[in-house]
T-cell receptor, first 116, second 115 residues
Framework: GAVVSQHPSWVICKSGTSVKIECRSL??????MFWYRQFPKQSLMLMAT?????????EQGVEKDKFLINHASLTLSTLTVTSAHPEDSSFYIC????????????FGEGSRLTVL | AQSVTQPDIHITVSEGASLELRCNYS??????LFWYVQSPGQGLQLLLK??????LVQGIKGFEAEFKRSQSSFNLRKPSVHWSDAAEYFC?????????????FGTGTRLLVSP
């Protein structure tokens, strides 16, 4: 199956700094990528939809200026957590579709962010 | 709005025993339903999905799920659990008008397998 890779797998940063997480589709072109946030013992919450070459669409309640999403190519989307604070600590997961059909999503392995 | 409920936070099953993980959904039309498995440090892997047709769906790794519209359920089953099945399992429903690619997930059920 299609492979989606995230980098870094885990990152620790100081409060107030910015962190970038990359999501790559390794063997297919992903016109659309999705970013999820997963809190401990909770479900995955969709943060935004990233479309190649256009602005991301954010879900209600997600701060656009806090979570910057860029989908510069068909194989790469990035999530930048700006001015990170401890409450931004979470597990961030991306998924991508190769338009193979409804619900044909492929997930990355996730990136754990810890803000000190 | 769509929602998914997984009433069991965690379940312990003996190796070789059968397994059923519960999933109930709330959706106004025919749902697109999915089961994913997440192993520690790994991404989500699709086990199976239901779009239409036969209500008993076969997936990978010996899993199956049955769609019951009358009960708004999509329970996951496996006749004989292996130790390698220990993981977190998520049920999800595809959101309408998004190509069903935007998923609403349940809170997950952690499966523990005892020797």
């Amino acid at each position: 199956g299609a492979v989606v890779s995230q980098h870094p797998s885990w990152v620790i940063c100081k409060s107030g700094t910015s962190v970038k997480i990359e999501c790559r589709s390794l063997d297919f072109q992903a016109t659309t990528m999705f970013w999820y946030r997963q809190f401990p013992k909770q479900s995955l919450m969709l943060m935004a939809t990233s479309n190649e070459g256009s602005k991301a669409t954010y879900e209600q309640g997600v701060e656009k200026d806090k979570f910057l999403i860029n989908h510069a190519s068909l194989t790469l989307s990035t999530l930048t957590v700006t001015s990170a604070h401890p409450e931004d600590s979470s597990f961030y997961i991306c998924s991508a579709t190769d338009a193979g059909g409804p619900g044909e999503l492929f997930f990355g392995e996730g990136s754990r962010l810890t803000v000190l | 709005a769509q929602s998914v409920t997984q009433p069991d936070i965690h379940i312990t099953v003996s190796e070789g025993a059968s397994l059923e993980l519960r999933c109930n959904y709330s959706y106004g039309a025919t749902p697109y339903l999915f089961w994913y498995v997440q192993s520690p440090g790994q991404g989500l892997q699709l086990l199976l999905k239901y779009f239409s047709g036969d209500t008993l769906v076969q997936g990978i790794k010996g899993f199956e799920a049955e769609f019951k519209r009358s009960q708004s359920s999509f329970n996951l089953r496996k006749p004989s659990v292996h130790w390698s099945d220990a993981a977190e399992y998520f049920c999800a429903v595809g959101r309408m008008n998004t190509g069903f690619q935007k998923l609403v997930f349940g809170t997950g059920t952690r499966l523990l397998v005892s020797p």
